[in-house]
Protein backbone atom coordinates (compact mmCIF):
# COMPACT_ATOMS: atom_id res chain seq x y z
CA UNK A 1 0.00 0.00 0.00
CA UNK A 2 1.21 3.39 -0.82
CA UNK A 3 1.53 5.59 1.83
CA UNK A 4 0.74 9.15 1.22
CA UNK A 5 3.21 11.77 1.44
CA UNK A 6 3.82 14.06 4.72
CA UNK A 7 2.37 17.05 4.54
CA UNK A 8 4.04 20.23 4.24
CA UNK A 9 4.19 22.14 8.20
CA UNK A 10 4.16 25.90 7.76
CA UNK A 11 4.76 28.19 10.50
CA UNK A 12 2.74 31.33 10.27
CA UNK A 13 4.81 34.73 11.66
CA UNK A 14 2.18 37.75 11.11
CA UNK A 15 1.06 39.99 14.52
CA UNK A 16 -2.22 40.37 12.70
CA UNK A 17 -4.83 37.93 14.18
CA UNK A 18 -7.25 38.18 11.21
CA UNK A 19 -4.68 37.78 8.84
CA UNK A 20 -2.86 34.78 10.70
CA UNK A 21 -6.42 32.80 11.39
CA UNK A 22 -7.11 33.10 7.36
CA UNK A 23 -4.02 32.10 6.36
CA UNK A 24 -3.79 29.01 9.16
CA UNK A 25 -7.48 28.23 7.50
CA UNK A 26 -6.16 28.28 3.88
CA UNK A 27 -3.31 25.84 4.91
CA UNK A 28 -5.38 23.45 6.99
CA UNK A 29 -8.14 23.17 4.41
CA UNK A 30 -5.53 21.82 1.91
CA UNK A 31 -4.27 18.21 1.91
CA UNK A 32 -0.73 18.87 1.23
CA UNK A 33 -0.50 21.67 3.86
CA UNK A 34 -0.47 21.72 7.38
CA UNK A 35 -0.34 24.78 9.90
CA UNK A 36 2.43 24.04 12.72
CA UNK A 37 2.74 27.00 14.49
CA UNK A 38 1.29 30.45 14.59
CA UNK A 39 3.52 33.35 16.47
CA UNK A 40 2.16 36.99 17.00
CA UNK A 41 6.22 38.34 17.79
CA UNK A 42 9.24 37.47 16.39
CA UNK A 43 10.79 36.87 19.79
CA UNK A 44 8.03 33.77 20.07
CA UNK A 45 8.90 32.63 16.72
CA UNK A 46 12.54 32.34 17.00
CA UNK A 47 12.22 30.25 20.56
CA UNK A 48 9.52 27.99 19.21
CA UNK A 49 10.96 27.22 15.52
CA UNK A 50 14.16 26.86 16.52
CA UNK A 51 13.09 24.20 18.60
CA UNK A 52 10.86 22.45 16.01
CA UNK A 53 11.64 23.87 12.43
CA UNK A 54 8.85 23.82 9.97
CA UNK A 55 9.61 22.65 6.30
CA UNK A 56 8.27 26.87 5.53
CA UNK A 57 7.53 29.79 7.42
CA UNK A 58 6.04 32.35 6.05
CA UNK A 59 6.86 35.71 7.60
CA UNK A 60 5.98 39.11 7.68
CA UNK A 61 8.03 41.90 8.01
CA UNK A 62 6.03 44.49 10.47
CA UNK A 63 6.45 42.75 13.91
CA UNK A 64 6.10 44.14 17.52
CA UNK A 65 9.67 44.01 18.87
CA UNK A 66 12.35 42.27 16.24
CA UNK A 67 11.58 43.02 12.96
CA UNK A 68 10.39 40.05 10.28
CA UNK A 69 13.84 40.71 8.68
CA UNK A 70 16.12 40.37 11.67
CA UNK A 71 14.03 37.19 13.10
CA UNK A 72 14.66 35.46 9.60
CA UNK A 73 18.52 36.48 10.20
CA UNK A 74 18.46 34.79 13.71
CA UNK A 75 16.98 31.79 12.43
CA UNK A 76 19.06 31.44 10.61
CA UNK A 77 22.17 32.14 12.93
CA UNK A 78 20.61 29.20 14.86
CA UNK A 79 20.88 26.55 11.98
CA UNK A 80 17.08 26.63 10.99
CA UNK A 81 16.76 25.12 7.38
CA UNK A 82 13.47 26.01 6.90
CA UNK A 83 12.86 27.70 3.74
CA UNK A 84 11.13 31.30 4.58
CA UNK A 85 8.03 32.98 2.63
CA UNK A 86 7.97 36.79 2.84
CA UNK A 87 4.56 37.62 3.10
CA UNK A 88 4.79 41.90 3.75
CA UNK A 89 3.20 45.31 2.51
CA UNK A 90 6.70 46.00 1.93
CA UNK A 91 7.68 47.07 -1.74
CA UNK A 92 11.20 49.21 -1.23
CA UNK A 93 13.93 47.72 -2.65
CA UNK A 94 15.84 48.23 0.91
CA UNK A 95 13.03 45.77 2.47
CA UNK A 96 13.51 42.99 -0.51
CA UNK A 97 17.17 43.01 -0.19
CA UNK A 98 17.11 43.11 3.69
CA UNK A 99 15.23 40.45 3.56
CA UNK A 100 17.07 38.39 0.45
CA UNK A 101 20.38 39.33 2.41
CA UNK A 102 18.73 37.93 5.65
CA UNK A 103 17.75 34.53 4.34
CA UNK A 104 14.53 34.84 2.82
CA UNK A 105 13.90 32.62 -0.82
CA UNK A 106 10.36 34.39 -1.37
CA UNK A 107 8.35 37.36 -1.37
CA UNK A 108 5.14 38.45 -1.94
CA UNK A 109 2.77 41.66 -1.31
CA UNK A 110 0.51 41.85 0.49
CA UNK A 111 -2.88 41.05 -0.27
CA UNK A 112 -2.64 37.93 -2.04
CA UNK A 113 -5.24 35.63 -3.43
CA UNK A 114 -5.75 31.96 -2.13
CA UNK A 115 -4.30 30.52 -4.93
CA UNK A 116 -0.95 32.92 -5.08
CA UNK A 117 -0.27 32.02 -1.60
CA UNK A 118 -0.61 27.83 -1.88
CA UNK A 119 1.15 27.89 -5.06
CA UNK A 120 4.09 30.35 -3.18
CA UNK A 121 3.98 27.88 -0.29
CA UNK A 122 4.31 24.82 -2.54
CA UNK A 123 7.35 26.67 -5.04
CA UNK A 124 9.30 27.48 -1.86
CA UNK A 125 9.15 23.95 -0.22
CA UNK A 126 10.22 22.62 -3.98
CA UNK A 127 13.15 24.83 -4.21
CA UNK A 128 11.65 27.60 -6.11
CA UNK A 129 11.96 31.66 -5.15
CA UNK A 130 8.69 32.38 -5.17
CA UNK A 131 7.87 36.60 -5.80
CA UNK A 132 5.76 38.83 -7.00
CA UNK A 133 6.19 39.79 -10.36
CA UNK A 134 6.00 43.54 -9.21
CA UNK A 135 8.70 42.44 -6.90
CA UNK A 136 10.69 40.61 -9.43
CA UNK A 137 10.69 43.02 -11.46
CA UNK A 138 12.17 45.48 -9.27
CA UNK A 139 15.08 43.02 -8.05
CA UNK A 140 15.70 42.50 -12.29
CA UNK A 141 16.03 46.39 -12.26
CA UNK A 142 18.30 46.69 -9.45
CA UNK A 143 20.65 44.43 -10.84
CA UNK A 144 20.48 45.86 -14.51
CA UNK A 145 21.19 49.28 -13.16
CA UNK A 146 24.81 47.13 -11.84
CA UNK A 147 24.40 49.69 -9.13
CA UNK A 148 25.08 48.58 -5.68
CA UNK A 149 22.16 49.17 -2.84
CA UNK A 150 23.07 51.97 -0.79
CA UNK A 151 23.97 50.84 2.74
CA UNK A 152 21.79 51.82 5.60
CA UNK A 153 23.60 53.64 7.70
CA UNK A 154 24.73 56.08 4.93
CA UNK A 155 22.84 58.68 5.83
CA UNK A 156 23.56 59.33 9.35
CA UNK A 157 25.98 62.11 10.47
CA UNK A 158 29.61 61.56 11.31
CA UNK A 159 28.48 61.66 14.58
CA UNK A 160 26.24 59.21 14.56
CA UNK A 161 28.10 56.93 12.88
CA UNK A 162 31.12 57.52 15.41
CA UNK A 163 28.58 56.24 18.00
CA UNK A 164 27.30 53.51 16.33
CA UNK A 165 30.61 52.13 15.78
CA UNK A 166 31.00 52.68 19.27
CA UNK A 167 27.56 50.10 19.91
CA UNK A 168 29.48 47.74 18.20
CA UNK A 169 32.14 47.33 20.02
CA UNK A 170 29.86 46.68 23.23
CA UNK A 171 30.15 50.59 24.80
CA UNK A 172 27.40 51.39 27.14
CA UNK A 173 26.15 54.70 26.73
CA UNK A 174 28.26 56.19 29.61
CA UNK A 175 30.96 54.96 28.34
CA UNK A 176 30.61 56.70 24.66
CA UNK A 177 29.69 59.54 26.67
CA UNK A 178 32.96 59.56 28.33
CA UNK A 179 34.78 58.93 25.40
CA UNK A 180 33.37 61.48 23.31
CA UNK A 181 33.33 64.10 25.99
CA UNK A 182 29.31 64.46 26.17
CA UNK A 183 26.56 63.76 28.17
CA UNK A 184 24.66 60.95 28.30
CA UNK A 185 21.27 62.30 27.43
CA UNK A 186 23.17 63.88 23.98
CA UNK A 187 24.24 59.52 23.55
CA UNK A 188 20.81 58.36 23.99
CA UNK A 189 19.44 61.05 21.43
CA UNK A 190 22.14 60.54 18.92
CA UNK A 191 20.75 56.70 19.58
CA UNK A 192 17.33 57.49 19.13
CA UNK A 193 17.95 59.16 15.83
CA UNK A 194 20.28 55.98 14.76
CA UNK A 195 17.22 53.69 15.26
CA UNK A 196 14.81 56.05 13.86
CA UNK A 197 17.03 56.17 10.35
CA UNK A 198 17.84 52.80 10.24
CA UNK A 199 14.11 51.70 11.51
CA UNK A 200 15.41 49.28 13.95
CA UNK A 201 14.74 49.02 17.73
CA UNK A 202 17.36 47.75 19.31
CA UNK A 203 21.45 47.78 19.96
CA UNK A 204 21.55 44.36 18.03
CA UNK A 205 19.49 45.01 15.07
CA UNK A 206 21.32 48.42 14.11
CA UNK A 207 24.51 46.98 14.20
CA UNK A 208 23.73 44.20 12.28
CA UNK A 209 22.04 46.16 9.91
CA UNK A 210 24.72 48.49 9.61
CA UNK A 211 27.87 45.62 8.89
CA UNK A 212 25.18 44.91 6.12
CA UNK A 213 27.21 45.00 3.00
Do not use: W
Amino acid sequence: MKTAPQPITVALVEDDDRIRRTVAMILNGTDDCHCAGQYATGEEAVAAITACPPSVIIMDINLPGISGVECVRQLVERGVKSQVLMLTVHRDVEAIFDALAAGAVGYLVKPVTEEQLLAAVRDVHDGGAPMSSSIARKVVQAFQRGTPTPRPDDNLSPRESEILDLLAQGYLYKDIADKLGTSYSTVRTHVEHIYAKLHVHSRSQAVAKSRKP
